[in-house]
Structure formats: C-alpha cells, structure tokens
C-alpha cells in the first residue's frame, strides 16, 4: 500500500467547503484512493474511493489529480457533524481489504 | 441500511481472564475483519477471516487471540488471558469481494474493553 500524507488538523466554518488534501506520490497504478472518516470513538465510516476519475456521491466529492500523487476530499457544505478524524488510504486490489491506518487528519468544523 | 453490530459496547474485565467480543456482519458479506485502537492512537488491524479461515493477521495477533464464526451470523474475537495493554476499542468490519478492488469496509461501533 502507498504511503500517505494528510496534515493533522484543519479548521472549516459551518456551512462551507471543507477541502482535505492527501499525498500519495508512491501510489501504484492499481491502488484506489479510499477515504474513511471516524467520528469521537465511534467506528470508521465508509465517504468514497476513486482510482482515476474524479468521484461524486452523496457524502462528498473526491478530486484525484491527473498524475494521482494527490487527491482532495471535499465536504461541500461542511456541518458541526462533519467534524471527525478523516483517513486517506491507497491501497490495491492484490489484498482482501484490510485498511493501514494513518494519524489522519482531524476536521473540526466551527459554528 | 445494513449495519454491523457488536456486543457488549463496553466490557470490563481482570487481567489475566478470558473475554469474548461478539460481532454480527452484514448478513450477504463474505470478508470479516477485527481491528483495534487504543486510547489516542491508530486504529490497527488484527486479523481478517474469509471462508472459515484466517486470510491474514498482524504482529499483534499472537497466539492469545482467537477467532471464529461459530455460526451463520456471528463473527467473535476471543483474547485468552488478558493484559492490561489490551485494553482498546476493538472494532469488527466486514465487506463483500470486490470487482477489480476493495470493497468498503463496514464498521461496527466497537466494543470498549478495559482491562484491569
């Protein structure tokens, strides 16, 4: 799994974009990007994966860059719920799924 | 929508005793896995199960850990004699096989064990 890189905090006002960058320069050509989210203790939460495409659904928006050394996930309306501790994870297709988890990065989306 | 579910949400226990945490996984996946986290740290993976068989485990999952799908439903993680450092938020995942990918995993909420 290529190794990621995610600031370890970022702040975002209440009702706007939350943009969370991620690096993953030695990402192979059949790794996705994942990204999970994980709110006070409770257990990681599924956002969305992409592999080359930008991707959109009902959680949030994912931009991965045209050379995928780097993606953002973006929280389109940011809300007080969002804030949680946000994973960027690249991994391929070779495992059965099991998630190397990083510090993340933790959102903290002010009123 | 489906949800994995665990028990108990908290257990305590005495150092040097046997607990089991109890997992239900979504009923049509076909992967499960447990994962750990303690107090401020990552969350780290243990051990994941496909086809009533460890497919591939940690460095933490000694041989005081045990797993099993006694049935068709339940999923459980056994520590045999526990230690104070095994004191975590222990979460159950489970996820379908992919088609050319890893499918999302899905979590339960945890169990929280506190060993003393």
């Known amino acids: 799994d290529a190794k990621t890189t995610q600031p370890p905090s970022m702040d975002c006002a209440e009702g706007r974009a939350a943009n969370l960058p991620c690096n993953h320069s030695t990402i192979s050509g059949n790794e996705y990007v994942y990204w999970y989210r994980q709110i006070h203790s409770q257990g990681p939460q599924y956002i969305i994966h992409g592999l080359k495409n930008n991707e959109t659904n009902e959680m949030a928006s994912l931009i991965i860059t045209e050379d995928r050394k780097s993606s953002t996930l973006i929280l389109p309306h940011a809300t007080l719920r969002d804030t949680a501790v946000y994973y960027c994870?690249?991994?391929?297709?070779?495992?059965?799924?099991?998630?190397?988890f990083g510090q993340g990065t933790t959102l903290q989306v002010k009123p | 929508e489906p949800e994995v579910t665990q028990t108990p949400s908290h257990q305590v226990t005495q150092m040097g005793q046997e607990v089991i945490l109890r997992c239900v996984p979504i009923s049509n996946h076909l992967y499960f896995y447990w994962y750990r986290q303690i107090l401020g740290q990552k969350v780290e993976f243990l051990v994941s199960?496909?086809?009533?068989?460890?497919?591939?485990k940690s460095e933490i999952f000694d041989d005081q850990f045990s797993v099993e799908r006694p049935d068709g439903s339940n999923f459980t993680l056994k520590i045999r004699s526990t230690k104070l450092e095994d004191s975590a938020m222990y979460f159950c995942a489970s996820n379908v096989p992919g088609q050319g990918y890893n499918s999302p995993l899905h979590f339960g909420n945890g169990t929280r064990l506190t060993v003393t």
């Open positions: 199960f496909y086809n009533n068989e460890i497919s591939e």
């Open positions: 994870i690249a991994t391929g297709s070779g495992n059965t799924g099991k998630l190397i």
